[in-house]
Nanobody, 126 residues
C-alpha cells in the first residue's frame, strides 16, 4: 500500500513557474514507477510525465517537453515536477501516481498506476 499526497499547486501568471511535490508513504517506494497526470475541467485525465523506479528513465507528453522536469528522491520518498514557462492550457488538477511495472515505457499509460493522490490545482492566468 502506498499513500500519496501532492503539494505545491497554486495560481501563477503565464510564463511563470511552479514546483509540485508528491510525498509517498508506505513500503518500498523505490520499487515504484511514478507519474504525474492532469485533468482539466470537462476533460479526461491525461499523462504529463513519468519516472522509472531508479530515476534513470523519464517520459514527457509532447506539450510539456522542454518546460517540465520530473525528478525523484528515493531516500526521501518524494517525487517532484518542476514546471516552467507555464501556459494557460496547463491549468488543471495535477495528480501523482505510483505503479509497479516491468517495462518503464508502460509508465506512460494511465492503466499502469495502482495508487493515486487526491490532486493539487494549478491555475495559469493569461
Amino acid at each position: 500500500q502506498v499513500q500519496l499526497v501532492e503539494s505545491g499547486g497554486g495560481l501563477v501568471q503565464a510564463g511563470g513557474s511552479l514546483r509540485l511535490s508528491c510525498a509517498a508513504s508506505g513500503r518500498a517506494f523505490n520499487r515504484y514507477g511514478m507519474g504525474w497526470f492532469r485533468q482539466a475541467s470537462g476533460k479526461e485525465r491525461e499523462f504529463v510525465a513519468a519516472i522509472s523506479s531508479n530515476g534513470g528513465t523519464t517520459y514527457y507528453t509532447n506539450s510539456v517537453k522542454g518546460r517540465f522536469a520530473i525528478s525523484r528522491d528515493n531516500a526521501k520518498n518524494m517525487v517532484s515536477l518542476q514546471m516552467n514557462s507555464l501556459k494557460p492550457e496547463d491549468t488543471a488538477v495535477y495528480y501523482c501516481a505510483a505503479g509497479l511495472v516491468g517495462r518503464p515505457t508502460l509508465l506512460q499509460s494511465i492503466s499502469t498506476y495502482e495508487y493515486w493522490g487526491s490532486g493539487t490545482q494549478v491555475t495559469v492566468s493569461s
